[in-house]
């Protein structure tokens, strides 16, 4: 089992729409969660952390589920250019990040 | 500093030739890592290092894979005797000891090609 997993996609959406992204990871003694985003053949770039208190940065909502060993990302009100690959992220006592495989959102007019 | 910077931006490079990239983190930054990205993949951890010394391993760093930080600034990781699997971005990131809930500022990677 991968350690932290995602579906891969393409999620296509129309302008304007909500978009959520799960994620589960398998190392219960993570301690920090992200979100990763990634444009084509660019560096991965931080989009938020994750707390378990949940975070909202405008159309941007994280959500951090200790006990089932998930994240999510909800993006509303779509906008072309939030269309990227996003990358669900966490990283044990080691400092090491561990990436998922990332989803690609694809947001149409 | 306006960030990390990677050096060189792409290489092609036959099969059986080494190759060797550069990483500057930033400045105030004392971790530096290496991680290696394929097409449809996320990024895979290969090393990383806290100041000059090197704390960690992936089983992905083959023997043919050296990284070194001498000084404990910049980075350099040596691929030696290339092979076409080794075709990749190679990434650096590096962040503060104290900026671990702040996750990493990458650089723009190198992307290999080994023809």
């Known amino acids: 089992r991968k350690e932290v997993e995602q579906d891969p996609g393409p999620f296509n959406v129309p302008e304007g729409a909500t978009v959520a992204f799960n994620c589960t990871y398998s190392?219960?003694?993570?301690?920090?969660f992200f979100w990763y985003r990634q444009d084509c053949r660019k560096e991965p770039k931080l989009l938020m952390s994750?707390?378990?208190s949940g975070n909202e940065d405008g159309r941007f909502t994280a959500q951090l589920n200790r006990a089932s060993q998930y994240i999510s990302l909800l993006i509303r009100d779509s906008k072309l250019s939030d269309s990227a690959t996003y990358l669900c992220v966490n990283g044990g006592a080691t400092n090491k990040l561990i990436f998922g495989t990332g989803t690609l959102l694809a947001v149409q007019p | 500093d306006t960030g990390v910077s990677q050096d060189p931006r792409h290489k092609i490079t036959k099969r059986g030739q080494n190759v060797t990239f550069r990483c500057d983190p930033i400045s105030e930054h004392n971790r530096l890592y290496w991680y290696r990205q394929t097409l449809g993949q996320g990024p895979e951890f290969l090393t990383y290092f806290q100041n000059e010394a090197q704390l960690e391993k992936s089983r992905l760093l083959s023997d043919r894979f050296s990284a070194e930080r001498p000084k404990g600034s910049f980075s350099t990781l040596e691929i030696q005797r290339t092979e076409q699997g080794d075709s990749a971005m190679y990434l650096c990131a590096s962040s503060p000891t104290t900026g671990h809930y702040n996750g990493y500022t990458f650089g723009s990677g190198t992307r290999l090609t080994v023809v």
């Open positions: 190392n219960s003694a993570s301690q920090s």
């Open positions: 994750v707390y378990s």
